[in-house]
Every structure is written in structure tokens, then in C-alpha cells.
């Protein structure tokens, strides 16, 4: 398998080339160049545990790693789970909930960024060197991505979150981390200026190289690779108990990461339908659904803040797709978006996408409908899914709402919308007395590279 970069920059690399590289040279995202169709594989597929699956379809992608390595890999990277089943579905009222939180953030960015670090790991291992990983997180991405990378050998991780933008557990769970691998830093800003400078640091190419800079936001092409997995995992359950040809997907959508690994799952040959994707008041993917007019806005703070980004980043693997895979013409694309803010490309939408957009009021409604009907607590970014899929709801064929988050870490969001304070869990009280590390920087590239600077200057 070989990867190529949506800008055409480049030789094509391999897969251990391409997840050490991040963000290719040339601005652009890697892409798998062939897509294996694995339809008659299907049948076959459906009785494995899943990580038998995970591996079957890691190792499609992933050619260059052994499988004794391989299976190792997926093997330590699941053990982290709280649940036998890794993401169970559980039916709830009309829809199916994909149980996305059961690893050790609680969020779904766990089951991508726990195999993303063993994955480094290993790499490192073999070639020797370091990794000095830079990431934005509008939340969970930051927790996920420092708990895959704390304590491992040979990786520093640097985390930006925007300062006082996400929510306070969120904050916890990134600060209470104390390894000396890890430095968090609280950007004054956005969370699109944190992802600005991490594209910005990226692409002075002399920096990148002297830090030897490494990525774990969803730009990775090996976070993207591991949530296919779920995606046929859960349409196998859920057929299973259903019997149904075809099912549905909803997926509440920030950077377009967790729909584009479903979008991956469909071009295989996983019978999806349809794919719902669901946003926030930050609505500009539900635009350009709606429109065909993809065009950048203010981002506005929500009750999902992991979903609160104007800029999907993960968005150019598509329009890649939509371009026809011509990187001069999706380069085209970028450079007028960049320019304008705006960009209107001259093809349609793809058909199997369907977009819905959720305020806080239903929002809102949704958890609290969803507690009184099944005494099941839906985290804000989970409701926001479910309320917009319910749009969707078609006899014949299920739907599978993603379940992105345990609600626990969105307690003020429940509390607002029961009027009771319901959602716990064990690990989100325990970070209450814990002490906590953080450094407050300004919204600007050179302040951040100093930093990553001197700390490896300290050794
Ligand atoms: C990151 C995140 C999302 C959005 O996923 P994308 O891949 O950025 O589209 C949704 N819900 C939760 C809880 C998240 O952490």
C-alpha cells in the first residue's frame, strides 16, 4: 500500500513513512492511493472479536508492519478498555448507540490515539531517534493524545488548548497529566488558532526537521485507519440482531475525522446507506451539505465544545475525492479558500451524505427526552448525533448513532438539561484532588516553537 498526498507533492510513501510524517510536505494530507474493496471478505469478517477485525483491516493498510507485530500492537492497544466488546452497540429507543467511550478518556479519540501511540513506539524503535509531537485539541483530542503518548520512550508531547475554551473536566484530564513527557499549553485564543499553529509549524519545513516534529491530530492517516474499524464492527452487530441489508450512520462532526473514516468504511463496500452528519451552531459543514458553498464563519462556544471548529481540517481528504483525485485541481480548491475564506467547488456533494444541524435548545431537549423515555444519559456531542438522526429515521434501515463521549464529562451540560446532577463516573471525580501542570501561551506560532525549543534543549 502506498500513500499519496493530496497536493500530489512528493514520492509516495509508505505507511510507516506516512504516519511518522503527519501533514505531507507540500501542506496536503495522505491518502491511502487504492482503496481495497473488501465486500467478499464481509461474511467472513462478521464473527471476529474486535481486535481480530481491527487487525484483518489495519493490516490491509498497514502492509509493511508484520502481523506478530501487528496483532501485538492492536492486542495492547484494546487492553486499555473498560468493555470486553471495546465499542458495544446498545439499543436505546429507535436508535442504536455505538459506545464509542469505554477507553481511558472516556471519549471516542481513545480508540485511535491508544493504538496511534504503540504504533509510534514501535516505529521509534526501530530507527531510533525521538518524536516531538505537536497537537490542538478543542478537548478531548488533547487527553486522548497525551494519555496514548505519557511515559513512552523517545515521544514529547506538546498540547494546545484554547485557554478557558474547553470545559473544566476536559482541562483536568489534560493537566493533571505530570509525566515529563508531557506540556500542556493553554493558547490564548481559538481552538482554529491552535490548529493554525500546529499547520504553521508544520510547514517551516526547517523547524519540522530540527524538532523532528510528529502529529496525532485526525491529519494522521493511522487515526483515521483505526476508526473504520467501528464502523464495520457495529454494522455487523447491529445486523446481527436485525437482520437489515443496509444501516445508517450519525455522526456528530467537528474536523470531519470520524465521518471520513465511515466515508473510508462505504468506499470498501461496508453496506452504509447513508451518513448523517451532525453539527452544532459551528455549521460550516452543514452548509456546504445544504449549499455546496463551503465557507469559513465565527466559531461559537457550545455544549459541545469538541465539535465547536469552523475549519475541518480532515475535510480536504474528501474534496480530494470530490476534485477526482487530481491533486492540481484540489490544490486549486485550497489555495481559493485560503485566499477567500469561501470555496464553491464545481461538483456536487456526494449523495450518500446527509447533514442536519442542532442547536442547544434541542440539544438540550434530546438529553433530557432521552433520560426521562430510557434512563439513558447522552453526552451533548452524542445528542447532538441522535437528535439530528432522528431526522433520518427510516423503517427497514437502522440507525447507528455514534456515542462520542460518556457524559460524565459533560456533567454541567446534564445538570442543564435535567435539573439533576447525574452524570458520574469514577475517573472524572478522582481528578478533583489531583495536581495539575499548565503553561499559558499566546496565540502565536513563535511563542510555541520557543517552547518546544528550550524544552528540548533541557533534554
Ligand atoms: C472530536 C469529537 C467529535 C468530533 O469528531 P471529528 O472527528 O472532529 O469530526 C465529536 N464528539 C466528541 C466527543 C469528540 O471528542
Known amino acids: 500500500m502506498r500513500y499519496v498526498s493530496t497536493r500530489g507533492g512528493g514520492e509516495p510513501l509508505t505507511f510507516k513513512q506516512t504516519i511518522m510524517t503527519g501533514l505531507a510536505r507540500d501542506g496536503g494530507l495522505y491518502l491511502p492511493a487504492t482503496v481495497p474493496d473488501v465486500r467478499d471478505r ?238 452544532n451552531e459551528n455549521d460550516i459543514l452543514w452548509r456546504y451539505f445544504n449549499t455546496g458553498v463551503y465557507s469559513m464563519g465565527e466559531v461559537v462556544p457550545t455544549l459541545s465544545p469538541s465539535m465547536d471548529i469552523q475549519v475541518a481540517s480532515n475535510f480536504e481528504r474528501y474534496l480530494y475525492d470530490l476534485a477526482g483525485r487530481d491533486p492540481a485541481r484540489l490544490s486549486h480548491w485550497m489555495a481559493t479558500f485560503k485566499e477567500t475564506g469561501t470555496l464553491t467547488p464545481d461538483v456536487a456533494p456526494d449523495a450518500c451524505f446527509s447533514s442536519g444541524r442542532g442547536d442547544t435548545e434541542m440539544t438540550l431537549k434530546v438529553i433530557k427526552a432521552y433520560w426521562e423515555a430510557c434512563g439513558y444519559l447522552l453526552d451533548p456531542h452524542t445528542a447532538v448525533g441522535v437528535g439530528v438522526g432522528l431526522r433520518y429515521l427510516q423503517e427497514e434501515i437502522p440507525l447507528i448513532c455514534l456515542a462520542t463521549a460518556h457524559p460524565a464529562k459533560f456533567g454541567q451540560a446534564i445538570i442543564q438539561a435535567t435539573g439533576l446532577d447525574l452524570a458520574r463516573h469514577p475517573l472524572i471525580d478522582a481528578l478533583a484532588d489531583m495536581p495539575t501542570r499548565v503553561r499559558v501561551v499566546p496565540a502565536s506560532k513563535e511563542a510555541v516553537a520557543e517552547i518546544v525549543r528550550a524544552t528540548i534543549a533541557e533534554g
Open 42 to 279: 464481509l461474511s467472513g469478517w462478521r464473527a471476529l472479536s474486535y481486535q481480530d477485525l481491527a487487525f484483518e483491516i489495519i493490516r490491509l493498510f498497514a502492509d509493511d508492519i508484520p502481523d506478530d507485530v501487528l496483532r501485538d500492537i492492536v492486542a495492547r492497544s484494546y487492553a486499555t478498555f473498560r468493555h470486553p466488546e471495546i465499542t458495544p452497540v446498545v439499543k436505546v429507543g429507535p436508535v442504536h448507540l455505538l459506545e464509542l467511550f469505554h477507553g481511558p478518556t472516556l471519549a471516542f479519540k481513545d480508540v485511535a490515539l491508544q493504538f496511534l501511540g504503540n504504533l509510534f513506539e514501535y516505529v521509534l524503535g526501530e530507527t531510533g531517534g525521538e518524536m516531538n509531537i505537536v497537537a490542538a485539541t478543542s478537548g478531548d483530542t488533547g487527553s486522548a493524545a497525551i494519555y496514548g503518548m505519557r511515559g513512552r520512550e523517545r515521544i514529547r508531547i506538546f498540547v494546545m488548548h484554547p485557554h478557558g475554551r474547553v470545559s473544566p473536566v476536559q482541562e483536568r484530564q489534560m493537566t493533571t497529566v505530570l509525566d515529563d513527557n508531557v506540556c500542556n499549553l493553554a493558547v490564548e485564543g481559538t481552538f482554529d488558532d491552535c490548529q493554525n499553529i500546529v499547520k504553521d509549524l508544520f510547514n517551516d519545513l526547517q523547524f519540522r526537521d530540527a524538532c523532528r516534529l510528529g502529529a496525532v491530530n485526525s491529519i494522521n492517516w493511522a487515526r483515521v485507519l483505526a476508526q473504520i474499524v467501528y464502523y464495520f464492527y457495529a454494522a455487523f452487530r447491529v445486523q446481527d440482531t436485525t437482520g437489515a441489508a443496509q444501516v445508517r450512520f450519525s455522526v456528530p462532526t467537528g474536523n470531519f475525522g470520524d465521518i471520513f473514516a465511515g466515508y473510508m468504511a462505504r468506499c470498501m463496500g461496508l453496506p452504509i446507506d447513508r451518513l448523517v452528519l451532525a453539527t
